[in-house]
Protein backbone atom coordinates (compact mmCIF):
# COMPACT_ATOMS: atom_id res chain seq x y z
CA UNK A 1 0.00 0.00 0.00
CA UNK A 2 1.12 3.84 -0.20
CA UNK A 3 2.15 5.55 2.51
CA UNK A 4 3.82 9.12 3.45
CA UNK A 5 7.66 8.13 5.78
CA UNK A 6 10.10 10.18 7.06
CA UNK A 7 12.66 8.40 6.89
CA UNK A 8 15.40 10.15 9.53
CA UNK A 9 14.52 12.82 12.20
CA UNK A 10 14.97 16.20 11.06
CA UNK A 11 13.98 15.48 7.72
CA UNK A 12 11.65 18.44 6.25
CA UNK A 13 10.09 16.21 3.37
CA UNK A 14 8.24 12.82 3.34
CA UNK A 15 8.32 10.39 1.10
CA UNK A 16 5.20 9.03 -0.54
CA UNK A 17 6.18 5.10 -1.31
CA UNK A 18 3.94 1.89 -2.29
CA UNK A 19 5.97 -1.03 -0.79
CA UNK A 20 4.90 -0.35 3.05
CA UNK A 21 2.75 -2.96 4.57
CA UNK A 22 0.53 -2.37 7.83
CA UNK A 23 1.51 -4.80 10.20
CA UNK A 24 0.39 -6.25 13.63
CA UNK A 25 -2.90 -8.02 12.87
CA UNK A 26 -4.41 -10.56 15.70
CA UNK A 27 -6.35 -10.88 18.74
CA UNK A 28 -7.76 -7.54 19.83
CA UNK A 29 -6.25 -5.53 17.04
CA UNK A 30 -8.35 -3.51 13.99
CA UNK A 31 -7.10 -2.76 10.25
CA UNK A 32 -8.44 0.53 9.05
CA UNK A 33 -9.08 2.05 5.71
CA UNK A 34 -8.00 5.26 6.22
CA UNK A 35 -10.12 8.04 4.57
CA UNK A 36 -9.25 11.28 5.75
CA UNK A 37 -6.55 12.22 7.87
CA UNK A 38 -5.71 16.08 9.09
CA UNK A 39 -2.24 17.29 9.47
CA UNK A 40 -1.56 18.59 13.11
CA UNK A 41 1.58 20.77 14.02
CA UNK A 42 2.35 17.43 16.46
CA UNK A 43 3.63 15.83 13.48
CA UNK A 44 5.25 18.20 12.12
CA UNK A 45 7.08 18.54 15.84
CA UNK A 46 7.76 14.82 15.73
CA UNK A 47 9.48 15.38 12.48
CA UNK A 48 11.66 17.45 13.56
CA UNK A 49 12.48 16.16 16.91
CA UNK A 50 10.66 18.74 19.36
CA UNK A 51 8.68 15.42 20.17
CA UNK A 52 9.90 12.29 20.63
CA UNK A 53 8.92 9.47 17.90
CA UNK A 54 11.50 6.62 16.85
CA UNK A 55 11.69 6.77 13.00
CA UNK A 56 11.71 5.72 10.12
CA UNK A 57 8.43 6.51 10.62
CA UNK A 58 4.58 7.32 9.10
CA UNK A 59 3.28 11.23 10.64
CA UNK A 60 -0.43 10.94 11.40
CA UNK A 61 -2.61 10.62 14.11
CA UNK A 62 -5.93 12.47 13.26
CA UNK A 63 -7.57 9.91 11.15
CA UNK A 64 -11.03 8.47 10.14
CA UNK A 65 -11.87 5.42 7.68
CA UNK A 66 -13.67 2.21 7.69
CA UNK A 67 -13.25 -1.05 9.25
CA UNK A 68 -11.55 -3.49 6.82
CA UNK A 69 -11.12 -6.45 9.33
CA UNK A 70 -10.99 -7.31 13.39
CA UNK A 71 -9.39 -9.33 15.04
CA UNK A 72 -10.18 -12.39 16.98
CA UNK A 73 -11.75 -11.45 20.55
CA UNK A 74 -12.97 -7.70 18.82
CA UNK A 75 -16.63 -7.71 19.38
CA UNK A 76 -18.10 -4.36 19.58
CA UNK A 77 -16.74 -3.67 15.39
CA UNK A 78 -17.42 -4.88 12.21
CA UNK A 79 -15.74 -4.68 9.05
CA UNK A 80 -17.26 -1.76 7.30
CA UNK A 81 -18.15 0.28 10.37
CA UNK A 82 -17.19 4.23 10.18
CA UNK A 83 -14.50 5.27 13.17
CA UNK A 84 -12.16 7.44 13.64
CA UNK A 85 -8.94 7.12 15.14
CA UNK A 86 -8.28 7.60 18.61
CA UNK A 87 -4.17 8.65 18.97
CA UNK A 88 -4.75 7.60 23.28
CA UNK A 89 -6.88 5.64 23.84
CA UNK A 90 -8.19 4.70 27.79
CA UNK A 91 -7.93 1.11 29.00
CA UNK A 92 -10.54 1.52 31.74
CA UNK A 93 -8.14 -0.09 34.53
CA UNK A 94 -5.44 1.94 35.31
CA UNK A 95 -5.00 4.54 38.51
CA UNK A 96 -5.62 7.19 36.42
CA UNK A 97 -9.05 6.00 34.40
CA UNK A 98 -10.34 5.07 37.77
CA UNK A 99 -10.00 8.39 38.85
CA UNK A 100 -12.30 9.62 35.71
CA UNK A 101 -8.28 10.95 34.17
CA UNK A 102 -8.69 8.83 31.14
CA UNK A 103 -7.04 11.45 29.14
CA UNK A 104 -4.10 10.26 31.35
CA UNK A 105 -4.03 6.78 30.47
CA UNK A 106 -0.65 6.06 29.42
CA UNK A 107 -2.04 1.99 27.50
CA UNK A 108 -1.40 3.79 24.14
CA UNK A 109 2.03 5.10 24.57
CA UNK A 110 3.14 1.44 25.67
CA UNK A 111 2.76 0.86 21.97
CA UNK A 112 4.74 3.41 20.65
CA UNK A 113 8.06 1.14 20.71
CA UNK A 114 6.61 -1.27 18.64
CA UNK A 115 6.44 -1.30 14.36
CA UNK A 116 3.30 -0.32 12.70
CA UNK A 117 4.47 -0.93 9.31
CA UNK A 118 7.23 -2.85 7.46
CA UNK A 119 8.88 -2.06 4.27
CA UNK A 120 10.98 -4.45 2.58
CA UNK A 121 14.10 -2.39 3.75
CA UNK A 122 13.12 -3.11 7.75
CA UNK A 123 10.55 -2.17 9.87
CA UNK A 124 8.65 1.21 10.41
CA UNK A 125 6.80 3.17 13.45
CA UNK A 126 3.75 4.64 13.20
CA UNK A 127 3.42 8.63 14.91
CA UNK A 128 1.55 8.30 18.49
CA UNK A 129 1.51 4.53 17.95
CA UNK A 130 -0.78 5.26 14.75
CA UNK A 131 0.44 6.62 11.28
CA UNK A 132 -2.84 7.77 9.38
CA UNK A 133 -0.55 8.88 6.36
CA UNK A 134 -1.18 5.68 5.04
CA UNK A 135 -3.89 3.93 2.85
CA UNK A 136 -3.92 1.34 6.09
CA UNK A 137 -2.95 1.02 9.35
CA UNK A 138 -3.45 -1.53 12.02
CA UNK A 139 -4.41 -0.10 15.62
CA UNK A 140 -6.11 -1.76 19.37
CA UNK A 141 -9.35 -2.07 18.83
CA UNK A 142 -9.69 0.76 21.64
CA UNK A 143 -8.22 3.07 18.90
CA UNK A 144 -11.04 2.87 16.64
CA UNK A 145 -13.50 4.79 17.93
CA UNK A 146 -17.49 4.47 15.79
CA UNK A 147 -18.84 7.48 14.21
CA UNK A 148 -22.66 7.87 12.89
CA UNK A 149 -23.26 7.92 9.58
CA UNK A 150 -23.92 11.38 8.64
CA UNK A 151 -20.44 12.24 10.20
CA UNK A 152 -18.25 13.08 7.28
CA UNK A 153 -15.02 11.27 7.24
CA UNK A 154 -12.71 14.41 6.99
CA UNK A 155 -15.02 16.12 10.28
CA UNK A 156 -14.32 13.20 11.79
CA UNK A 157 -10.68 13.31 11.67
CA UNK A 158 -10.52 16.54 13.14
CA UNK A 159 -12.23 15.52 15.94
CA UNK A 160 -9.84 12.97 16.54
CA UNK A 161 -7.44 15.41 17.92
CA UNK A 162 -7.50 19.09 17.06
CA UNK A 163 -10.89 19.85 17.79
CA UNK A 164 -11.01 17.59 20.91
CA UNK A 165 -8.04 18.77 21.97
CA UNK A 166 -9.22 22.77 21.43
CA UNK A 167 -12.73 22.95 22.48
CA UNK A 168 -11.74 20.60 25.41
CA UNK A 169 -9.13 23.21 26.85
CA UNK A 170 -11.77 26.38 27.47
CA UNK A 171 -14.78 23.83 28.41
CA UNK A 172 -12.96 20.60 30.69
CA UNK A 173 -10.17 22.12 32.06
CA UNK A 174 -10.38 25.99 31.88
CA UNK A 175 -14.45 25.48 32.85
CA UNK A 176 -14.25 29.25 31.01
CA UNK A 177 -16.99 31.50 33.09
CA UNK A 178 -19.47 33.23 31.25
CA UNK A 179 -18.88 36.93 30.70
CA UNK A 180 -15.34 36.44 30.94
CA UNK A 181 -12.09 37.69 29.05
CA UNK A 182 -9.83 35.52 27.26
CA UNK A 183 -6.77 35.36 24.99
CA UNK A 184 -5.68 32.44 22.80
CA UNK A 185 -2.66 32.67 21.45
CA UNK A 186 -2.05 30.31 18.59
CA UNK A 187 -4.79 29.94 15.88
CA UNK A 188 -4.08 27.01 14.01
CA UNK A 189 -6.84 24.37 13.99
CA UNK A 190 -6.27 24.07 18.05
CA UNK A 191 -6.48 27.75 19.08
CA UNK A 192 -9.47 28.24 16.76
CA UNK A 193 -11.15 25.14 18.19
CA UNK A 194 -10.44 26.76 21.87
CA UNK A 195 -11.81 30.07 20.68
CA UNK A 196 -15.00 28.27 19.82
CA UNK A 197 -14.66 26.73 23.23
CA UNK A 198 -14.94 29.82 24.88
CA UNK A 199 -17.60 31.43 23.05
CA UNK A 200 -19.55 28.38 23.65
CA UNK A 201 -19.15 29.11 27.41
CA UNK A 202 -19.94 32.45 27.14
CA UNK A 203 -17.08 34.63 26.96
CA UNK A 204 -17.43 38.50 26.35
CA UNK A 205 -14.29 39.26 25.44
CA UNK A 206 -11.87 36.70 23.08
CA UNK A 207 -8.84 38.58 21.96
CA UNK A 208 -6.24 36.15 19.06
CA UNK A 209 -3.15 36.45 18.84
CA UNK A 210 -1.77 34.97 15.53
CA UNK A 211 1.59 36.35 13.82
CA UNK A 212 -0.13 35.89 10.35
CA UNK A 213 -2.59 37.90 9.03
CA UNK A 214 -5.26 35.37 7.38
CA UNK A 215 -4.95 33.22 10.76
CA UNK A 216 -6.21 36.63 12.63
CA UNK A 217 -8.94 37.70 10.42
CA UNK A 218 -10.34 33.87 10.32
CA UNK A 219 -10.25 33.44 14.50
CA UNK A 220 -12.90 36.97 13.74
CA UNK A 221 -15.14 34.90 11.66
CA UNK A 222 -14.99 31.91 14.70
CA UNK A 223 -15.91 33.90 17.44
CA UNK A 224 -13.07 36.35 18.06
CA UNK A 225 -14.19 39.97 19.41
CA UNK A 226 -10.32 41.20 18.41
CA UNK A 227 -7.81 39.49 16.92
CA UNK A 228 -3.98 41.16 17.02
CA UNK A 229 -0.70 40.60 15.86
CA UNK A 230 2.39 39.42 18.68
CA UNK A 231 3.92 42.66 19.17
CA UNK A 232 0.19 44.13 20.02
CA UNK A 233 -0.88 42.14 22.82
CA UNK A 234 0.54 44.11 25.61
CA UNK A 235 -0.98 47.05 23.79
CA UNK A 236 -4.67 45.30 23.97
CA UNK A 237 -4.07 44.17 27.49
CA UNK A 238 -3.52 48.25 28.52
CA UNK A 239 -6.24 49.64 26.24
CA UNK A 240 -8.90 46.31 27.19
CA UNK A 241 -7.86 45.54 31.28
CA UNK A 242 -6.42 48.88 32.02
CA UNK A 243 -3.07 46.32 32.19
CA UNK A 244 -4.30 44.12 34.96
CA UNK A 245 -4.08 41.30 32.40
CA UNK A 246 -7.41 38.63 31.35
CA UNK A 247 -9.28 36.33 33.24
CA UNK A 248 -7.81 33.31 30.82
CA UNK A 249 -4.93 32.88 28.58
CA UNK A 250 -4.38 30.23 26.29
CA UNK A 251 -1.07 29.06 25.07
CA UNK A 252 -1.53 27.26 22.05
CA UNK A 253 2.09 27.31 20.37
CA UNK A 254 4.20 25.07 22.33
CA UNK A 255 7.23 27.14 23.56
CA UNK A 256 8.34 28.40 26.67
CA UNK A 257 8.68 32.38 25.59
CA UNK A 258 4.57 32.32 24.58
CA UNK A 259 4.53 30.23 27.80
CA UNK A 260 6.07 33.54 29.43
CA UNK A 261 4.15 36.08 27.96
CA UNK A 262 0.53 34.09 28.31
CA UNK A 263 2.00 34.61 31.98
CA UNK A 264 2.70 37.96 31.97
CA UNK A 265 -1.11 38.32 30.01
CA UNK A 266 -2.67 36.37 32.10
CA UNK A 267 -4.38 38.61 35.42
CA UNK A 268 -3.45 38.43 39.36
CA UNK A 269 -6.05 35.24 40.43
CA UNK A 270 -6.73 34.35 36.18
CA UNK A 271 -5.59 31.36 34.94
CA UNK A 272 -2.86 30.40 32.30
CA UNK A 273 -4.09 27.00 30.10
CA UNK A 274 -1.19 25.59 28.26
CA UNK A 275 -2.45 23.46 25.33
CA UNK A 276 0.27 23.69 22.91
CA UNK A 277 2.94 20.91 23.09
CA UNK A 278 6.44 21.63 23.51
CA UNK A 279 9.84 20.11 23.86
CA UNK A 280 11.53 18.55 27.09
CA UNK A 281 14.40 21.25 26.74
CA UNK A 282 12.30 23.47 26.93
CA UNK A 283 11.71 25.52 30.19
CA UNK A 284 9.43 27.44 31.14
CA UNK A 285 11.05 29.77 34.17
CA UNK A 286 8.77 31.39 36.94
CA UNK A 287 10.29 32.65 39.68
CA UNK A 288 9.23 31.70 43.39
CA UNK A 289 7.91 34.95 44.64
CA UNK A 290 5.75 35.92 41.46
CA UNK A 291 4.58 32.21 41.49
CA UNK A 292 3.69 32.59 45.25
CA UNK A 293 2.53 36.36 44.64
CA UNK A 294 0.29 36.18 41.54
CA UNK A 295 -1.74 33.40 42.82
CA UNK A 296 -2.28 32.21 38.59
CA UNK A 297 -3.16 29.16 38.13
CA UNK A 298 -1.46 26.91 35.75
CA UNK A 299 -3.27 24.43 34.09
CA UNK A 300 -1.80 22.20 31.25
CA UNK A 301 -4.33 20.50 29.21
CA UNK A 302 -3.81 17.16 27.66
CA UNK A 303 -6.04 16.10 24.90
CA UNK A 304 -8.80 18.38 25.98
CA UNK A 305 -8.13 17.32 29.65
CA UNK A 306 -11.46 14.93 29.69
CA UNK A 307 -12.80 12.04 28.66
CA UNK A 308 -12.15 11.72 25.15
CA UNK A 309 -15.19 9.81 24.13
CA UNK A 310 -17.39 11.72 25.85
CA UNK A 311 -15.56 14.67 24.03
CA UNK A 312 -15.88 12.98 20.76
CA UNK A 313 -19.93 12.80 21.55
CA UNK A 314 -20.07 16.25 22.52
CA UNK A 315 -18.56 17.50 19.13
CA UNK A 316 -20.45 15.88 16.98
CA UNK A 317 -23.83 16.84 18.86
CA UNK A 318 -22.55 20.56 19.25
CA UNK A 319 -21.11 20.37 15.47
CA UNK A 320 -25.19 19.05 14.51
CA UNK A 321 -26.50 21.90 15.74
CA UNK A 322 -24.82 24.15 14.38
CA UNK A 323 -22.96 25.51 17.56
CA UNK A 324 -19.47 25.00 16.09
CA UNK A 325 -18.03 25.52 12.24
CA UNK A 326 -15.82 22.58 11.83
CA UNK A 327 -16.37 22.94 8.39
CA UNK A 328 -14.21 25.97 7.77
CA UNK A 329 -11.77 24.68 10.05
CA UNK A 330 -10.17 22.83 6.48
CA UNK A 331 -8.96 25.43 4.58
CA UNK A 332 -7.18 22.86 1.72
CA UNK A 333 -7.69 19.71 0.90
CA UNK A 334 -4.74 17.71 -0.76
CA UNK A 335 -4.60 13.60 -1.77
CA UNK A 336 -1.57 11.70 0.15
CA UNK A 337 0.68 12.57 -3.18
CA UNK A 338 0.61 16.39 -2.16
CA UNK A 339 1.44 15.74 1.60
CA UNK A 340 4.56 17.65 1.14
CA UNK A 341 2.43 20.74 0.11
CA UNK A 342 0.21 20.63 3.25
CA UNK A 343 3.65 20.74 5.11
CA UNK A 344 4.68 23.69 3.58
CA UNK A 345 0.68 25.04 4.25
CA UNK A 346 0.76 24.17 7.98
CA UNK A 347 4.75 25.49 8.06
CA UNK A 348 3.86 29.03 6.55
CA UNK A 349 0.64 28.98 8.60
CA UNK A 350 -1.65 29.94 5.27
CA UNK A 351 -3.19 26.74 6.33
CA UNK A 352 -5.84 26.27 9.53
CA UNK A 353 -5.96 22.58 8.74
CA UNK A 354 -5.17 20.90 6.01
CA UNK A 355 -6.98 17.42 5.33
CA UNK A 356 -5.03 14.83 3.19
CA UNK A 357 -7.73 12.85 1.17
CA UNK A 358 -6.75 9.28 1.09
Known amino acids: MRAAVLHET ?20 VRIRVRATGLCHSDISAMSGVLPQPAPFVPGHEGAGEILEVGEGVTHLTPGQRVLVCWLPACGTCPACKRGQTQLCLAGFMNAGTPNFRRPGGDVFGFAGTGTFAEEVVVDAGCAVPIPD ?68 AALKFGATEAVAPGE ?46 AMDDFLQLNMFELFFDEKRILPSMYGGG ?52
Open 150 to 217: DVPFDIAALIGCGVTTGLGSAINTADVRAGSSVVVIGCGGVGISAIQGARLKGAAQIVAVDPVTSRRE
Open 233 to 278: LADAKQRLTAGEGFDYVFEVVGKSATARTAYETTRRGGTLVVVGAG
Open 307 to 358: DVLQSYERAIALWRAGRIDLESLITHRVPLAGVNEALDQMRTGSALRTCIEI
Open 10 to 29: GQGKLEVLDDVEAVGFGPGK
